[in-house]
Each structure stands twice: as structure tokens, then as C-alpha cells.
């Protein structure tokens, strides 16, 4: 009994396994893509080993197009999920690109369909005359919701590929409210602790 508590205490100890556990919950702040900063979101789930367990990450991101010399964004979700580990102070995060998927929010596409058809309609291309503005905005999301979950999976493919066991995020710190890690091409990111569920927050 006592070597069983003992290992107990010890395990509980470990560094390792402290930020492992200590990392459970939501977590906001910034990825960048290229030089384009974006609001992130990540949520770590209840370890299944000392030092390891899953999460989720959620990227808030925008497509942008313009109709007769005016921009429209039009935003969206991009959603993974994913295993990670903690060991020797480094954040090891696996992306299951399986898991990968887009989600457009309807009334900014509706607004751009409906000025793009306006448009289209005073040129008198006539290209979508038969289609109400609802049936274009459907099939511009199904379209770029899977053209875009498509190059998401890629991505998460390749970071995958960058992010192994060798390198990681290094210099990994975790408290009540905040979490930060080292990216060699970033340098340190910092994300706030938050009180939401993402599965409760977004449409997934």
C-alpha cells in the first residue's frame, strides 16, 4: 500500500503529468497562417495516461471576394481534432485530419450572392437567372465547404509532418489562466483560459 501511494504522489509530481493535467479545458487566443494572424480556440480533454489525452482546435478564419469594386468577407470555422502528449516540458500536439471540417456562417455568403446576382444580372451574363439566391448561397457553401475541409486535412497533414516527437512546442507553461508554448517559426504564443465548451459554442 504504501509503494502504491508513494507512486501515486510521484506521478503526481511530475512536471510532465501537472501540465498534462493542468492543460484540461478551453483555451483562447492566436494561430497565424503566413503573416495573417487569426482568433483560435483550443479545448484539452481529460488525459488517458499520465501525460497524454486529445483536443480539439478551432481556427476563426474568412474567405474574401469582391462584386463591382466592393469586398465581402464572408467567415468561417475550421475544426480539427487531435491527440497530444506533454514529455520533458515540450507540447506534442497530432492532428487527425479525418476529423477535419468547415463551417461558413449563411448570412455573410447570402449578402455576397445577392450582390453577385444583382451584379451578374445588370451585366446580362444571365449565368444563375434560373437559381434564387437561396440555391446559389447553398451551393457556394457545400462547395467551398468541402473544397476548403479538403485543403484543412492537408494542412493538418503537414503540420503532422513538421510538428514530430523531435521538435514540438517547446517551453510549455500552464496556470489557472494562462497557457504558453514556444514555436521556433512563431515564437511564444499565449492563450487565456476561457469558461466555454466548444462543442457547446460552435455546430460541430
Known amino acids: 500500500m504504501l509503494v502504491a501511494v508513494a507512486s501515486l504522489f510521484t ?16 483555451w483562447e487566443g492566436y494561430n497565424y497562417f503566413g503573416e495573417d494572424e487569426v ?28 462584386v463591382d469594386g466592393i469586398e465581402y468577407e464572408m467567415p468561417y470555422l475550421a475544426y480539427v481534432g487531435g ?25 455573410p455568403v447570402m449578402d455576397y450572392i445577392t450582390a ?15 437559381d ?5 448561397t447553398e451551393y457556394f457553401i ?9 485543403i484543412w486535412a492537408e494542412m493538418c497533414e503537414e503540420s503532422n ?9 517547446g517551453d510549455l507553461k500552464v496556470d489557472e489562466k494562462q497557457m504558453s508554448y ?11 483560459r476561457a469558461s466555454k465548451d466548444i462543442f457547446e459554442e460552435y455546430p460541430f
Open 161 to 169: 509532418t513538421n510538428n514530430t516527437e523531435s521538435t514540438g512546442f
Open 182 to 192: 514556444h514555436a521556433s517559426d512563431l515564437g511564444t504564443l499565449t492563450y487565456t
Open 132 to 136: 434564387t439566391p437561396e440555391d446559389v
Open 83 to 107: 491527440e497530444y502528449s506533454v514529455k520533458d516540458g515540450h507540447l506534442y500536439m497530432s492532428y487527425d485530419p479525418e476529423t477535419a471540417e468547415v463551417y461558413f456562417y449563411e448570412d
Open 11 to 26: 506521478a503526481c509530481e511530475n512536471p510532465d503529468t501537472k501540465a498534462a493535467q493542468n492543460l484540461q479545458g478551453t
Open 39 to 66: 482568433d483560435a480556440e483550443y479545448q484539452f480533454f481529460a488525459c488517458d495516461e499520465n501525460n497524454t489525452g486529445k483536443f480539439i482546435e478551432v481556427n476563426h478564419l474568412s474567405f474574401t471576394d469582391e
Open 142 to 150: 457545400n462547395s467551398r465547404t468541402e473544397s476548403f475541409g479538403e
Open 116 to 130: 453577385y446576382l444583382t451584379w451578374d444580372s445588370e451585366k446580362g451574363e444571365g449565368v444563375w437567372t434560373e
